[in-house]
């Protein structure tokens, strides 16, 4: 009996673009971060703090959305090249959108790429978009269970910035128990606590990302 | 040039499944309950409240995880009939996955069987489970832009539940632009306010889905 694996298939094929397309930004000089999470979880808020505090002529953002624009117009406002990519109902990015997507940029003097991702904490996990590093984005409404359930997201990522730390205290949340699940799944991870509604613990996100800056 | 619709295919297969799994409880007067929302919205912590309200020798709950079982805990600990599905990592729950876990159930004097869903905001919402309601548990902690961005779960359910209210004071979430959002994509919604961990809002909810309960 034969058996096709089309999923592993799917898989295979969107790590070699993947790997193709970084190789493609290695060369330009240029560092892609993909920005994952839950719906809601406040990724593009986060952007939005980010990009108040550094040199947004060497910034370029790519949306990922189901239908709207919404995001990218929020991030276009800032002055920041912003191209939208719309998957018109599915449920995650893949590497060759991520290439389409990039031979619309005009990416001179472009030193950071960033991918806005899709709201999801499942599917987005598995498809590689040819980053150097993932940042998932997690706030603290979510609840302590997460890591272990959604593991593949927590265990992929290089930075995880646990966001709504001002709502903690009218939560259950625990975040000494929430980091201890975090580094079992991913000892590597880097984690940092921050509100980006309120604008607090952004600083340190940035000094990351953006180790010239300021 | 022959175009294969795999995923048309795919759910046209699933939505046959669904039509019999449907007849087949409504034969046994047994209605089914599809419990849908992203990674912590409160779905859980919304049944539990339910089942402390409820007779529980009429229910049986099929809890849909990735790879856990600590929300099938949470539930068989009420004394509720529990089943838990495991999707290995897939990111939703196919109807002959329920038919599946239905023949592993003793439905004897089961009048309400209740999906507790994987945590997810698209996928969960293309594929019909043969339930005769979904309910959408939504946090107001995800913000005001999510029904135009994923409008198909906002589209698809009976009943939204509008969790997690205790918090809506410390963030910028506007309810009335929100309900005017989801009454546009789906004029014949419910909405309910609540908040599961505060144990407030919950009544109203059980007096709908158990209208002979107490």
């Known amino acids: 009996m034969k058996i096709i694996e089309v999923n592993k298939r799917v898989l295979e094929k969107n790590d070699d673009i993947a790997s193709r397309l970084n190789q493609y930004l290695h060369d330009k000089g240029i560092l892609l971060i993909n920005l ?3 719906p809601g979880s406040g990724k593009t808020t986060l952007l939005e703090r980010i990009l108040e505090r550094v040199d947004i002529s060497k910034i370029a953002v790519i949306e990922g959305d189901l239908y709207t624009d919404s995001d990218a117009k ?3 406002s800032f ?3 912003t191209i939208q990519l719309n998957t018109c109902g599915a449920c995650h990015l893949e590497a060759s959108m991520i290439e389409e ?4 940029l ?3 003097k472009i030193e950071v790429l960033i991918i806005d991702n899709i709201g999801n904490l499942v599917c987005t996990a598995e498809f590689k978009l040819g980053e150097d590093k993932r940042i998932t984005v997690f706030s603290v409404t979510e609840g302590n269970d997460k890591p272990l359930k959604y593991p593949l997201m927590f265990q992929t990522t290089d930075i995880l910035v646990v966001n709504k730390m001002d709502l903690i205290r009218h939560t259950n949340f625990n975040i000494e128990s929430f980091k201890k699940d975090v580094w079992v799944l991913n000892p590597q991870c880097s984690i ?3 509100s980006a509604y309120r604008n607090e613990g952004i600083n340190d ?3 990351i990302l953006f180790p010239s800056n300021g």
């Open 79 to 81: 002055g920041v090249k």
């Open 36 to 38: 994952l999470g839950t």
């Open 106 to 108: 005009d990416l001179t």
């Open 192 to 194: 940092y606590e921050c």
């Open 101 to 104: 997507a990039i031979y619309e």
């Open 205 to 207: 996100i940035v000094g």
């Open 74 to 76: 929020r991030i276009e």
